[in-house]
């Protein structure tokens, strides 16, 4: 069964600092990966996400993301942080053999301070 | 499009009480998705339906939980009775598509709690 590990459940950059969140999985089989975001009392909000084909993923809001097969990571960055990324972020993996269930991990809050 | 739309927002209830939370999904998509979200435990799929028949429910976590998709356009999820460690923000998801790789998309949840 594929797992997620997200270091760090609360993350603290100034503004305009580099965001860097991290993320691991396990998978018995090549995974599809996803990092989602969550601002406060709202639903989840797609970043940006990995299937196949180019390791480096960009997404919405600046964020990007790269697939590295052989550390098994998924590190979501951006290379200056806004007030208004302060929000939860959640990395999630599935793959052929979960059929279509996310597979979440424990979520990072990210604060911005000015 | 509106997106995926729950009700109610907020629900209290009283312990042994039963609780109905309600989900429609995205015009056109084909799977939704159950989820509760709490502290101790962050996101746990509950269920899910794939062309309204339910795929794996083996996250329900116990037979007061029952989920129903009668139809394309609505979903429902009940606990009976309901008890305090139930209290958590349930959300619903849907996405298009048969790949395990689609994008779900998220309702804004339904913030439960059970006196």
């Known amino acids: 069964a594929q797992s997620v590990t997200q270091l760090g459940s609360h993350v603290s950059v100034s503004e305009g600092a580099l965001v860097l969140l991290r993320c691991n999985y396990s998978?018995?089989?090549?995974?599809?990966l996803f990092w989602y975001v969550q601002y406060p009392n709202q639903g989840l909000q797609l970043l940006l996400k990995y299937t196949t084909g180019a390791t480096l993923v960009k997404g919405i809001n600046g964020f990007e993301a790269e697939f590295k097969k052989s550390e098994t990571s998924f590190h979501l960055t951006k290379p200056s942080a806004h007030m208004s990324d302060a929000a939860e972020y959640f990395c999630a993996v599935s793959d052929s053999n979960s059929g279509y269930a996310l597979n979440f991990g424990k979520g990072t809050s990210l604060l911005v301070t000015p | 499009d509106a997106g995926v739309i729950q009700s109610p927002r907020h629900e209290v209830t009283e312990m042994g009480q039963e609780v109905t939370l309600r989900c429609k999904p995205i015009?056109?998509?084909?799977?939704l998705f159950w989820y509760r979200q709490t502290m101790m435990r962050g996101l746990e799929l509950l269920i899910y339906?794939?062309?309204?028949?339910?795929?794996?429910d083996s996250g329900m976590p116990e037979d007061r939980f029952s989920a129903k998709m009668p139809n394309a356009s609505f979903s429902t999820l009940k606990i009976q009775p309901s008890e305090p460690r139930d209290s958590a923000v349930y959300f619903c998801a849907s996405s298009n598509g048969q790949g395990s790789y689609n994008e779900q998309f998220f309702g804004p949840g339904t913030r439960l709690t059970v006196l």
């Open positions: 339906f794939n062309n309204n028949v339910p795929i794996d």
């Open positions: 998978s018995s089989v090549p995974p599809y």
């Open positions: 015009s056109g998509h084909n799977s």
